[in-house]
DNA sequence: AAACTCAGCAACCGCACAGTC
DNA sequence: TGACTGTGCGGTTGCTGAGTT
């Protein structure tokens, strides 16, 4: 059947909003409120979309709404209501004052995706990827003392840590209906506390210089066992093997474990400031195409 | 200095759902 | 009860500015 048009779409306008245009919502909707967005843009005077005016309005405009970046308070606890609630930005942006859905799901796609990915944290799952029976290759030698090889056996052993830790498990008191969240559990853990303590300042900046230098080794992930499902959570982060490995570290033995060091520590002190992920470069571009639509 | 790349962000689009008649 | 409408939501696109080559 089909619906009509929210509005009449001849001589609407669209792209960007100008001042002047915002101006005009602005004083209309401080003397007549929003009652009917259809109708508002013709009684405003705007030629906009009704949904072009709520758009601009509720991500912009609106009074309340909190400028500047996030806090990593913040950014803590959209990962958190990330974990229980999914791709719902609403729903999370209710939890997060002044930040609107859209402003969350820009920070979630450009920044959060990426870092919990760094972490082999699966940010549509937010479990470890590829922890069991997983293998990671390695297109450069040097990558051994490079973040990519850091990132892996930095997530490994605090997977273990978590694992082992089971008494620390169960006092997050997670729902039992409720999927662990392990980029929670790495946050709440000591390693993660660590982290939380570290000043963002400048000062700290120099770090990531020599991190992100380490880092233009390609990685190429596999699997020890074939995907058998075609569910996205599963199948779609089904790592490939790949030719031209310089070496290979096999972490289905648990016993790997125990010979790290503070690597987890170290992980997450050299992340770099700034969201800078040019270090995993290769990583991404062989994990995107396995990613989940 | 120009060309290129990329991240961040604003905005659009289509679908889903709830409310109304 | 079903058609219609308005609104909200999530995915996606495209622009822009900063950084890099």
């Known amino acids: ?35 009917n967005w259809r109708y508002l843009p013709k009684l405003a005077g705007l030629r906009r979309c009704g949904k072009s005016c709520r758009l601009r309005w509720a991500n912009y405009l609106r009074p309340d709404i909190k400028r500047g970046p996030f806090t990593p308070d913040e950014e803590q606890l959209v990962i958190q209501l990330h974990g229980m609630l999914g791709n719902r930005w609403a729903a999370i942006a209710a939890q997060l004052p002044g930040r609107t859905d859209n402003e969350i799901k820009n920070l979630w796609n450009s920044c959060l995706k990426k870092r919990l990915l760094c972490m082999g944290i699966g940010p549509s799952t937010h479990k470890p990827l590829f922890f069991q029976g997983t293998k990671i290759r390695a297109s450069s030698a040097s990558v051994t003392t490079g973040h990519v090889a850091q990132c892996e056996s930095a997530r490994l052993e605090a997977g273990a840590r978590l694992s082992k830790d089971s008494s620390f498990v169960s006092s997050l008191q997670i729902p ?87 690597t987890a520590l170290q992980m997450l002190l050299e992340f770099p400031i700034n969201n800078d992920m040019s270090f995993l470069e290769g990583t991404i571009m062989d994990i995107a195409p396995l990613l989940p639509s």
């Open 176 to 262: 039992q209906r409720m999927e662990p969240d392990y980029f929670l559990l790495m946050w709440n853990s000591e390693v993660g506390e660590s982290f939380r303590k570290l000043p963002r300042g400048a000062g700290n900046e120099t770090v990531t210089d020599s991190t992100i230098s380490q880092a233009s080794s390609s990685v190429k992930i596999e699997s020890n066992s074939p995907a058998t499902g075609t569910g996205p959570a599963t199948s779609a982060w089904a790592p490939r093997w790949s030719d031209g490995p310089k070496f290979e570290t096999d972490y289905s033995s648990s016993s790997e474990f125990e010979s790290s060091s503070d």
């Open 1 to 35: 059947m089909g619906r009509a048009p929210c509005c009449d779409r001849r001589n609407l306008k669209k792209g960007p909003w100008t001042p002047d245009e915002d101006e005009i919502l602005i004083n209309f909707i401080a003397k007549n409120g929003h009652g």
